[in-house]
């Protein structure tokens, strides 16, 4: 299965694809994890992006495009993948179609989720990740067994740099203008499947496996 898990900053794309790659088997491809791992490492990449992610802006189409190109032609990808914050542009869609082409693959599905700001906004301002591991936490949602401490690898908990309110709002702005469009554009090609994201972590997980179960 080749899946794509779209929707605004905040909206829970990473948590439903970290079950998904438990169930199902395939990895998660998260550029903005694998963005932030280059800024954590200071190579070049990651110093010309921080500058980008810290103003809530998004990262040069050609510098997303050309991780993602090398990562799907990892022999990982071969079962499948699941895309988490890629594309994010009409020309980042096009370049991925691209790809698949000369990779011989296709799309299965885009899950769409849907939030609307001012809830991914208390989503995105309690959100803590682990340094270690990249799990997610929310304070109240979802949070850890025991404070700032991650339940799977015991590592620290805090808070990125991105995700303070004004930071979350420019972010949401740029989801409305480059991102939402897309929807549309995966509607037409018959692969769009929408899913209500203001339930609860286990209720939108129930959504996005019946819609799973029935395409694999
Ligand atoms: P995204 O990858 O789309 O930015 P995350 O999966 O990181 O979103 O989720 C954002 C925050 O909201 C995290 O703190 C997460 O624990 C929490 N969260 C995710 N899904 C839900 C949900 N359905 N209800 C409440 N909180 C959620
Ligand atoms: P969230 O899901 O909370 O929006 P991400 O971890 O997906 O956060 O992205 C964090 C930041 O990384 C984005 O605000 C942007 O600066 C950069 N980024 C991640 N993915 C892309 C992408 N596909 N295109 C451009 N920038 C990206
Ligand atoms: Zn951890």
Redesign the pocket.
């Known amino acids: 299965m080749n899946l794509i898990f779209l929707?605004a900053?905040?909206?829970?794309?990473?948590?439903?694809a970290k079950r998904a790659v438990e169930k199902y088997g395939i990895p998660q491809i998260s550029t903005g994890d694998m963005l932030r791992e280059a800024v954590a490492k200071g190579t070049e990449l990651g110093k010309k992006a921080k500058e980008y992610m810290d103003k809530g802006e998004l990262v040069p189409d050609e510098v997303v495009i050309g991780i993602v190109k090398e990562r799907l032609q990892q022999p990982d990808c071969e079962k499948g993948f699941i895309l988490?914050?890629f594309p994010r542009t009409l020309a980042q869609a096009e370049a991925l179609d691209e790809m698949l082409k000369e990779l011989g693959k296709k799309i299965d599905a885009v899950i769409n989720i849907a939030v609307p700001e001012e809830e991914v906004v208390k989503?995105?301002v309690?959100?803590?990740t682990c340094k270690k591991c990249g799990a997610?936490?929310?304070l109240i949602?979802?949070p850890p067994k025991e404070d700032n401490k991650c339940d799977k690898c015991g590592g620290e908990l805090y808070q990125r740099d991105d995700d303070k309110e004004e930071t979350v709002r420019e972010r949401y702005r740029v989801y409305k203008q480059n991102t939402e469009p897309l929807i549309e554009y995966y509607r037409k090609k018959g692969v769009l499947y929408d899913v209500d994201?203001t339930?609860?972590?286990e209720g939108?997980w129930e959504e996005v496996v019946s819609i799973l179960d029935k395409i694999k």
């Open positions: 929707g900053p905040g909206a829970g794309k990473g948590t439903q988490d914050g989503r995105i309690n959100r803590r997610v936490y929310h949602y979802a994201g339930k609860d972590i939108v």
